[in-house]
């Protein structure tokens, strides 16, 4: 399972640098890793109008569909209770389609190189 390592979401969040667009702000850059530690890719985080917009870039993990999300502390230590639970400051209920709205951190899955029929 992947896990987001925010290592200061908050003031990536609250450090936003402008770019040439000024519609369009670079909120910050963190990794991603495996289970076991690897670094398997990373996350881009923009701000584009009312989106924050996350760009993903995974390499060296087996193909699979993987879930995604954000958690609400900027600490990532095996085995990952150190990053808390899923960012849902609107204490909703946990899953990106569930019916009784989903926390702000449920991200929609990712697949990683598989091949579709």
Do not use: Y
Not at 24 to 35: D, F, I, K, Q
Not at 41 to 57: I, K, M, N, Q, Y
Not at 64 to 92: T, W
């Amino acid at each position: 399972m992947l896990r987001l390592i925010p290592p200061a979401f908050a003031a990536l969040v609250l450090a936003g640098c402008t770019t040439a667009d000024s519609r369009v702000s670079n909120l910050g850059t963190t990794e991603l890793s495996a289970a076991d530690g690897r670094i398997v890719g990373t996350a881009v985080l923009t701000r584009s109008g009312g989106e924050t917009l996350v760009r993903v870039d995974i390499t060296g993990t087996a193909g699979a569909i993987h879930g995604m999300h954000l958690h609400a502390v900027g600490k990532c230590e095996a085995p990952f209770a150190s990053a808390g639970p899923h960012l849902n400051p609107g204490g909703h209920q946990h899953g990106k389609d569930n019916p009784k709205g989903a926390h702000l951190g449920d991200l929609p899955n990712i697949t990683i190189g598989l091949a579709w029929a």
